[in-house]
């Protein structure tokens, strides 16, 4: 799980052990604010001379509670003021991840029984993605396991550290060697990539990091033709159908299912599904962007959440009679629910009998009565009495305050509703709801970790990538980041209605093998 996921499911099992004075109540709402948020607090405290940045970074930072970690008054004096103001709010309490990492924190300080528990609990610790821990997340990790015998492994790349706008550390390799006494091993194969891809990545890698070592390629090329290139257009039109055409050409030729080719954008991928999607939906192609929220939940999160993970393969036995992998999915996730051992075969029998009946009476249901919204809502519903909402909301302390379980709720009906429309049966439905055969849409933050047979990214240009330059580390990682989710091609879309290339990235480009295609000759026989 995410830090946060894993913060906010430890504040709301042990909130009553948070010390009163910070406790926050139980109905708190969840808060993103953003600098103006910041701006508008210290300018209404009369700090308008303080930067929310920083303002913003001490809030993250400072151990609770203040009196006792904050030697300046003043600055004491703002953080509090701050908490005091966000619990006050007019519609409830609003806190944010930032807060509930300090919360947690101040718990564990001054709980050493939960401490003990937790460590317990988890004898082994892995932390991914490790370059773009936070200070504070990495705090919290002291504070849980440091001097505990858990083992820890912290995995990651330096190269792809893209979240130093957020608090990332510097260096947190170092840190955790320093810190954990722990062994660095490098991973020197790739198994994602094939040759022509990993030569190119290593040359961004030595931009990034002169000292980088060498990497062995141990992917296969599976396609022939060019596996990385930059495609140019005069103008966003041609930009669009000449995409569309080409995904349509390698869908239809059998190269690659439409799931397999992922967008990728720097930001705002809302935008681009406008303009994007029209045109692709002309062509017989879906993008599902998976930043779009779906009442208030982001389609990304949904599809991980347990509520999906329990529920959708129960639609899925409704929609096929025969779906193995769906019937072990179900049983699995029955059988956590209700806490049964694997061992017990008695009860293993009642509740396959339980799933049987059950997915008999989904399957007539959707062969008798027509496919739309007001019977989604019903098998939705009637899906969710089988597993039993009480006894989710009891196995999931996410799912315990009102507000979080209904977000995913509405989520789930929101797009189970959207995906009816149009849909030739249940099964379609359900293929929709996964985002079987669409094609994906995302930012480079939200593809991280992810892997796509075939890998394009939408607006490559100076005007985009403003701040790219050769010593911004930050931003080229961003493209490394891009460039490296892909296991055959990596093709780069470069618009000149968009804005001008960007010289000194394709000089380094161009002679490490990226093709350079007019946007005209992308799609040749
Ligand atoms: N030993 C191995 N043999 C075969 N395939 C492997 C092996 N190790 C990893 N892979 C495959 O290589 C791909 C990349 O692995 P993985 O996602 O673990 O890499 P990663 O280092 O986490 O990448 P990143 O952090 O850049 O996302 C995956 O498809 C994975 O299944």
Request: hydrophobic fraction near 40%; glycine fraction near 4%.
């Amino acid at each position: 799980m995410t830090f946060d996921a894993f913060t906010k499911h430890m504040l709301d099992h042990f909130r009553l052990a948070i010390p009163n004075a910070y406790r926050p109540p139980i109905d708190y709402s969840i808060a993103f604010p953003t600098r103006r948020d910041f701006d508008l607090f210290l300018k209404r405290h009369g700090r308008p001379d303080v930067s929310s940045d920083r303002f913003e970074q001490a809030i993250a930072r400072t151990p609770l509670p203040f009196e006792k970690t904050v030697e300046k008054l003043c600055t004491r004096e703002l953080l509090r003021a701050y908490w005091d103001d966000q619990y006050a709010m007019p519609d409830g309490a609003l806190v944010s991840f930032a807060m509930i990492n300090r919360l947690v924190d101040y718990m564990l300080r001054s709980n050493s029984r939960i401490k003990r528990a937790l460590r317990l609990t988890y004898p082994f610790v892995f932390l991914d993605e490790f370059q773009d821990t936070t200070y504070a997340q990495y705090s919290l990790v002291n504070t849980a396991f440091r001097g505990s015998r858990s083992i820890f492994t912290a995995v990651g790349d330096d190269k792809q550290r893209i979240m130093g706008w957020a608090g990332a550390m510097n260096n947190a390799f170092d840190e955790f060697v320093d810190g954990f006494n722990a062994v660095r091993h490098a991973l020197l194969r790739n198994w994602r990539s094939h040759e022509a891809l990993v030569g190119i990545q290593q040359v961004i890698a030595r931009q990034i990091d002169p000292d980088v070592e060498e990497v062995e390629a141990r992917g296969q090329l599976e396609v022939d033709g060019a596996t990385a290139a930059i495609w140019r257009f005069d103008n966003r039109e041609q930009e669009t159908q000449m995409i569309a055409r080409w995904i349509r050409r390698e869908v239809d030729e059998g190269r690659v299912a439409p799931h397999n080719v992922a967008i990728l954008v720097r930001m705002r991928a809302n935008s681009v599904e406008d303009e994007l999607a029209p045109v692709l939906r002309d062509h017989g192609l879906t993008l599902r962007n998976l930043a779009r929220n779906v009442g208030e939940i982001a389609i990304q999160d949904l599809l991980v959440e347990p509520l999906t993970e329990v529920i959708l393969p129960l639609l899925r036995l409704g929609a096929s009679a025969r779906a193995p992998e769906a019937w072990s999915a179900a049983q699995d996730r029955l059988q956590a629910l209700a806490n049964v051992s694997s061992d017990d075969e008695t009860v293993q029998e009642r509740l396959q009998r339980e799933i049987g009946e059950f997915s008999r009476n989904l399957r007539q249901i959707m062969r008798d009565e027509p496919l739309d919204t007001a019977v989604a809502n019903r098998l939705f519903a009637q899906t969710l009495d089988f597993v039993g909402v009480e006894r989710l909301r009891q196995a999931y302390p996410e799912y315990r305050r009102d507000a979080d379980f209904q977000r995913v709720h509405n989520g789930f009906r929101i797009l189970l509703r959207d995906c009816v429309e149009n849909a030739v049966n249940w099964n379609d439905v359900l293929d929709r709801f996964e985002g079987k055969n669409q094609i994906p849409l995302m930012t480079i933050h939200k593809s991280k970790g992810l892997e796509f047979h075939t890998v394009i990214f939408f607006g490559l240009d100076a005007q985009t990538w403003w701040s790219l330059s050769p010593e911004r580390n930050e931003e080229l990682n961003s493209f490394f980041v891009a460039f490296t989710r892909a296991m055959q091609r990596a093709f780069f879309a470069c618009c000149s209605e968009r804005g001008k290339p960007i010289g000194w990235l394709e000089k380094l480009l161009l002679p490490a093998g990226v093709k350079q295609v007019d946007g005209v000759d992308i799609i040749t026989p």
